[in-house]
């Protein structure tokens, strides 16, 4: 954890907010998952799965990643973050925006709020783009781990902007196709584009150094990194212009075959790590990495369609995001916030102590019995919501669901315990 010590770190107050909000979201999201009831198992464009959608990548997942991304660009890029006023006033701006956002697609104002709120969040997420790439244009270190953020901030850019295109589209209808066709490319450039792109980015620089990796080998990184892209630069291109048939397969190939050469990538540091015993945060992040699997086989069901029925297809386009937000995305943040928030936190209050006084270690701001309550709670969400919605048992899904609100409940104990820990000075004998 040395190595993320580093002079180079924001003030927490830039970093800890992010931490707070995407928790209160993850809070929300639950309940949003309770309330909405058997519209969970509608179409994937219903207004309240649009809303715990939104809430889920945008409140919870992207504001714990942008608060992370703030801490770790000192590290992976070995420059300052540009400008810690510009991140706390675009902090603002995003809650403001995600919070309109989720509540306009929850009661259907499509013609007047959701205008206004993706205005707002396209502008925010505008300032944050260019936060991170003027401190890329400072950075010492270039490597593939950057350019993988990089890439990844700028598919957030492009995301955010088809966005907004949609909602203005809803009010002023100047697209050709229907909504449904630019929602598809819009959670593709935001799930592959932005949160895959920048969780290899991250996880290849995270991963290795909370396991003790040595002697990897970085060009799967890059393999992966350039047929990545090309898949999903030809998957969007092909939407939006041609639409044939069997470029999306051929992007579909390229885009698998990038996410295998970065499982290999971990699996490689795994089989060399020195860490033999995995903590809770690490058995998150394992977890989220074999259940990449997942979306994968879905997607490929998606392709081929099977002759579904509309109903079956629906639901199970909605197990899709469910395998990506929460199989992958969400097991990662959960992990990683147990391995990043407390040495933050560790490292604000006790940085002036080191030498002069014993000190607790990071692991020690939280609970690891309520961490590890948390795990197994979340395992049996995971389990039991694709059980209940292939099925379609209403009362399989009543269990994930409230598994998840106490995930969700635990997991903000924790965090307001890290946040709020008192220091502890215990003189050396």
């Known amino acids: 954890m040395n190595s993320l010590k580093t ?8 970093v800890v907010p992010h931490f707070v909000f995407g928790s209160i979201s993850f809070f929300l999201l639950a309940i949003l998952i309770i309330l909405a009831g058997e519209n969970l198992f509608s179409a994937y464009f219903n207004n ?9 990548v945008l409140g919870w997942a992207t504001m714990i990643v942008f608060g992370s991304l703030y801490q770790l660009i000192p590290i992976v890029f070995e420059t300052k973050l540009y400008s810690e006023k510009l991140a706390k006033f675009t902090f603002w701006i995003t809650v403001l925006s995600i919070l309109m956002l989720t509540y306009s697609f929850w ?11 993706s205005v707002m969040l396209f ?13 890329y244009k400072n950075a010492a270190l270039k490597n593939i781990a950057s350019k993988f953020i990089i890439t990844a901030v700028i598919w957030l850019f492009l995301t955010g902007l088809l966005g907004l295109l949609i909602a203005l589209n809803f009010r002023f209808n100047f697209f050709n196709e229907i909504h449904l066709h630019y929602l598809k490319i819009h959670a593709t450039l935001g799930l592959v584009g932005w949160f895959l792109q920048l ?14 990796s040595h002697k990897l080998n970085y060009k799967k990184l890059s393999v992966s990194y350039y047929l990545i892209n090309s898949g999903l630069l030809m998957l969007v291109f092909n939407w939006f212009l041609f639409q044939i048939e069997i470029l999306t ?7 698998f075959l990038g996410i295998l050469f970065f499982v290999s990538f971990i699996y490689d540091s795994y089989k060399k790590r020195i860490r033999k015993k995995l903590d809770i945060g690490m058995q998150y992040s394992m977890l989220a990495i074999t259940s990449i699997g997942l979306p994968i086989v879905i997607s490929f069901v998606l392709l081929i369609g099977f002759n579904l029925e509309f109903e079956l297809l629906s639901r199970i386009t ?5 395998s990506i937000i929460f199989g992958f995305i969400t097991s990662l943040i959960l992990g990683q916030t147990y391995k990043t928030l407390p040495f933050i936190i560790w490292l604000n209050k006790y940085k002036d102590l080191v030498g002069k006084t014993k000190t607790p270690l990071p692991r020690e701001l939280y609970s690891a019995k309520i961490a590890t309550v948390q795990y197994y709670f979340y395992i049996v969400f995971i389990i039991c919501i694709p059980i209940g919605f292939l099925s379609t048992t209403n009362w399989i899904v009543s269990i994930g669901s409230y ?5 969700s409940i635990l997991y903000n104990i924790n965090v307001l315990k890290i946040i709020f820990h008192k220091v502890k000075n215990i003189q050396n004998e």
């Open 107 to 117: 009661i259907g104002a499509y013609l007047t709020l959701l205008v206004y709120s």
């Open 403 to 407: 598994a998840l609100l106490a995930v």
């Open 199 to 212: 969780i290899i980015g991250v996880g290849s620089t995270l991963l290795p150094m909370f396991l003790i």
């Open 249 to 255: 397969w051929i992007s579909w190939i390229l885009i």
């Open 318 to 322: 909605v197990l899709y995001g469910f």
């Open 48 to 56: 309240k799965i649009l809303a715990i959608t939104h809430i889920a």
């Open 123 to 135: 502008f925010s997420v505008t300032l944050f783009v260019l936060n991170v790439l003027l401190s």
């Open 7 to 14: 002079n180079n770190a924001p003030h927490s107050s830039v």
